[in-house]
């Protein structure tokens, strides 16, 4: 995607040094634009845990280039696959809800099996994690082409088509064109009119700071909305259609997703708006069923409820916006039963969120 006339990836080999691993620092956006440098697994796991990195499909690159620079930590004395085990289970306790970590990781692990020679299991990790990249990027541009004829449909009513999005299923959490994001571009490049309603998504404002940042890049209309106007919007008939990710989706159209998204679905549900939940099948689940109770939904640090990063003189910095003493929780993700989802909008096209449609779709991950 291009940033001040320049394309970027989201997460990327260094050009002049293999050794290093850089993603663009989603912390600092969107009031500074700065790249992190990654050497260590650790500073995988780090940027991984702080949401420098955040979004389900690049969390599992940046999982995979952890694998990769695990390799070249190793030294005369290591056990090697011992070694790559631990910073294979390191890297997946990182963040527990979006699968696509433990899928990369998984996957990057089962290309280094034990007939692979001890000097190439770099390159062979790096081509794997390489690998992973390219195809997320492939899956997120046919998500686009398929999203695009859900939204071409709609547009032949309404004009604009407003769409509501929560969390960021965008390109930077996605690999290059996002999920969400990228059939709502490939409208405004058609000339279908669309505008988006952006969730803030408190508590860490992905909506607010990057997805409102990523549709300005692209010249696309959208507007900020606090976490509880969409019901009030979808009453009034100012929402066409919801679109919003998945960190991981269960056999039966079940789907984990930021908190605050099966809200939205019960108030679609109650005003007859379609609800598409749109991912690159990285984030299917198929070992599981039932999102409520099979899906780990991690719980982060009470004190991001407790205050409000944002910009001022200068630098970003936070405020605390309650008592000092008042106990919250924060759970990063909620559960949308599949009754509630109208659609699963995947890069093999879109189905119904029920486990005989999905099967067909994907009938590798149900072996
Ligand atoms: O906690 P985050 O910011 O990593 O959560 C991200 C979301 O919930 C996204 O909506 C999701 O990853 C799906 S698409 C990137």
Redesign the pocket.
Known sequence: MLVGGKNYKSIWLDESNPEIVRAIDQQKLPFFFEIREMRTVDDIFYAIKE?II????V?GAAGAFGIYLATLEMTATTNPHLHLENAARYLISC?PT?VNLSWAVNYIMEKLNKNVPEYSLSATALQAALEICEKEEENCRQIGTHGLEVIKEISKIKNPVNILT????GWL??IDYG??TSSIYLAHEKGIPVHVWVDETRP?N?GARLTAWELGQAGVPHTLISDNTGGHLMQHGMVDIVM????RTTSKGDVA??IGTYLKALAASENNVPFYSV?PSS?LDASISDGMTEITVEERDPEEVKNVTGFSGGKIGSVLICPENTKAVNY??DITPAKYITGLITEKGICKPAEKDIKKMFPDKFN
């Open positions: 949401m955040r979004g389900a499909p969390i963040r979006a929560h969390c960021n299923a959490a996605c999920t969400v860490l992905q919003v990710g998945s960190d997703n930021k991912f984030s990063g993700f």
